[in-house]
């Protein structure tokens, strides 16, 4: 009864003029200001959001999204446009007056007088050039490190690279099926989509269609996962019936195309210091149809369960913790929540963590270092300590081991995967291969 009351009232509301009921802006309005503390990530906030208001159907659930991801990557304009203090409800109006290019006939019935009189201004306003990091919607200490990584024009082209939202891309699992067979079944029912640019086991999809239900997803045929983050499998290369670790599994995604790779034989242990998020790679485990992954969990990167592995690997990737920065298509409230001391942190976790990984090479094995992180320190810094402390371990062209694979990227020795260069979210990876007489 409660909910058919809200819903007549919901209705009374909507205006015939304005694209949206003043209802769902004041929805968007509260969703924006909860995101906006930075106190949780964007998706859980607005998940939250959407399970405390299931009225909410799946356009308005879109449309709240799709408002609240666009402000959250062009936060510093819009702030330079609306003011700095202001208000989300403020943002959101000045998102659609200027990112959106609503008319001024659109705010009749959502906006008051006064409001409309803002707006106007707001359209008219030029808010001058600004400084590099205000034009790239980054955060100060953000564009001053990717500065010397770029140049000033870099930093520009790679924000704009993050400032578009990302495509959906598909992995086809190897095990069960093949590429062709999951296109032309997508194109069956009528689902645009095309091989992907780099990996010969993505899928792109033209839209975001909801595929959880899809046929081909339940029986694991394919997950999705980004392009880029499946080139990390293929630096990997597991063979069939090898010893191989996935050090930092979390919820598998990887794992499972390693699994794929290795057609479920020999042994991969899934490490991870999440139970939450190990259980939740056991029914994708099931679903891929691996028996040859095993979840193992660990307290920390020295915990005692790893000393029975050591020296006995013939491959480990280890998907390091990071700041994420290479992901902001998909999370630009990260650049708004990290921080320089979090970096900090981070540089410090990874090198532990590679080191204790490192142990569990045998000679001759391969070790794989990645991050999704923009940021030097995260990347070249980490593994440029890590070989300095190590000789046992020499560095391998990324290039060569894709190129051996069919797959052509200008990488150099390390891959270094950009969003605006290759459509791709932002990823970093070094191989390394421990002496034979180690």
């Given at each position: 009864?409660?909910?058919?009351?809200?819903?007549?009232?919901?209705?009374?509301e909507k205006t015939a003029e304005g694209p949206v009921s003043r209802v769902l802006f004041i929805q968007a309005t509260q969703a924006l200001?909860?995101?906006?503390?930075?106190?949780?990530?964007?998706?859980?906030?607005?998940?939250?959001?959407?399970?405390?208001?299931?009225?909410?159907?799946?356009?308005?659930?879109?449309?709240?999204?799709?408002?609240?991801?666009?402000?959250?990557?062009?936060?510093?304009?819009?702030?330079?446009?609306?003011?700095?203090?202001?208000?989300?409800?403020?943002?959101?109006?000045?998102?659609?007056?200027?990112?959106?290019?609503?008319?001024?006939?659109?705010?009749?019935?959502?906006?008051?007088?006064?409001?409309?009189?803002?707006?106007?201004?707001?359209?008219?306003?030029?808010?001058?050039?600004?400084?590099?990091?205000?034009?790239?919607?980054?955060?100060?200490?953000?564009?001053?490190?990717?500065?010397?990584?770029?140049?000033?024009?870099?930093?520009?082209?790679?924000?704009?690279?993050?400032?578009?939202?990302?495509?959906?891309?598909?992995?086809?699992?190897?095990?069960?099926?093949?590429?062709?067979?999951?296109?032309?079944?997508?194109?069956?029912?009528?689902?645009?989509?095309?091989?992907?640019?780099?990996?010969?086991?993505?899928?792109?999809?033209?839209?975001?269609?909801?595929?959880?239900?899809?046929?081909?997803?339940?029986?694991?045929?394919?997950?999705?996962?980004?392009?880029?983050?499946?080139?990390?499998?293929?630096?990997?290369?597991?063979?069939?019936?090898?010893?191989?670790?996935?050090?930092?599994?979390?919820?598998?995604?990887?794992?499972?195309?390693?699994?794929?790779?290795?057609?479920?034989?020999?042994?991969?242990?899934?490490?991870?210091?999440?139970?939450?998020?190990?259980?939740?790679?056991?029914?994708?485990?099931?679903?891929?149809?691996?028996?040859?992954?095993?979840?193992?969990?660990?307290?920390?990167?020295?915990?005692?369960?790893?000393?029975?592995?050591?020296?006995?690997?013939?491959?480990?990737?280890?998907?390091?913790?990071?700041?994420?920065?290479?992901?902001?298509?998909?999370?630009?409230?990260?650049?708004?929540?990290?921080?320089?001391?979090?970096?900090?942190?981070?540089?410090?976790?990874?090198?532990?963590?590679?080191?204790?990984?490192?142990?569990?090479?045998?000679?001759?094995?391969?070790?794989v270092y990645a991050t999704c992180s923009l940021l030097a320190e995260e990347n070249d810094g980490v593994v440029d300590a890590f070989l300095?402390?190590?000789?046992?371990?020499?560095?391998?062209?990324?290039?060569?081991?894709?190129?051996?694979?069919?797959?052509?990227?200008?990488?150099?020795?390390?891959?270094?995967?950009?969003?605006?260069?290759?459509?791709?979210?932002?990823?970093?990876?070094?191989?390394?291969?421990?002496?034979?007489?180690?």
């Amino acid at each position: 009864m409660e909910n058919k009351r809200r819903k007549a009232v919901q209705q009374r509301e909507k205006t015939a003029e304005g694209p949206v009921s003043r209802v769902l802006f004041i929805q968007a309005t509260q969703a924006l200001g909860a995101v906006l503390s930075f106190e949780h990530p964007a998706d859980a906030v607005l998940s939250r959001h959407f399970r405390e208001h299931r009225e909410l159907g799946h356009r308005d659930r879109a449309f709240i999204a799709e408002a609240v991801y666009g402000i959250l990557r062009r936060l510093r304009w819009l702030r330079r446009v609306a003011g700095e203090r202001a208000t989300p409800r403020e943002l959101l109006l000045t998102w659609f007056a200027r990112g959106e290019g609503w008319p001024m006939r659109s705010f009749e019935g959502l906006a008051s007088a006064t409001e409309r009189d803002w707006i106007a201004g707001v359209k008219a306003a030029e808010p001058g050039t600004g400084t590099l990091a205000e034009r790239a919607d980054l955060p100060d200490w953000l564009a001053e490190r990717l500065l010397p990584q770029y140049g000033e024009a870099g930093v520009l082209e790679l924000a704009h690279g993050l400032n578009r939202p990302a495509p959906l891309d598909l992995r086809v699992n190897i095990g069960k099926t093949d590429r062709d067979t999951v296109l032309e079944r997508l194109a069956a029912d009528g689902i645009a989509a095309g091989a992907g640019r780099h990996s010969p086991q993505a899928i792109r999809l033209a839209g975001k269609p909801a595929l959880q239900k899809h046929p081909l997803f339940l029986d694991g045929s394919f997950e999705v996962q980004d392009e880029g983050s499946q080139l990390l499998g293929l630096l990997v290369q597991p063979r069939r019936g090898e010893m191989v670790v996935d050090f930092c599994a979390g919820a598998g995604g990887k794992t499972l195309q390693l699994g794929a790779m290795m057609r479920s034989t020999g042994r991969l242990y899934a490490l991870d210091v999440s139970d939450k998020r190990l259980a939740k790679l056991k029914p994708r485990m099931a679903r891929a149809g691996l028996s040859n992954v095993h979840p193992v969990l660990i307290a920390h990167e020295r915990d005692a369960k790893l000393k029975r592995m050591a020296g006995k690997a013939d491959r480990v990737l280890v998907d390091a913790p990071c700041s994420g920065l290479g992901t902001l298509r998909r999370n630009p409230d990260l650049k708004w929540r990290q921080s320089p001391a979090a970096v900090e942190e981070m540089v410090a976790k990874q090198g532990a963590i590679l080191d204790a990984a490192a142990r569990l090479v045998r000679p001759g094995g391969r070790l794989v270092y990645a991050t999704c992180s923009l940021l030097a320190e995260e990347n070249d810094g980490v593994v440029d300590a890590f070989l300095a402390a190590h000789p046992d371990f020499k560095p391998l062209s990324t290039q060569d081991l894709l190129d051996k694979q069919g797959v052509t990227l200008e990488t150099g020795e390390r891959l270094h995967l950009l969003p605006h260069v290759h459509d791709t979210d932002g990823f970093f990876a070094a191989v390394l291969e421990r002496d034979v007489q180690a």
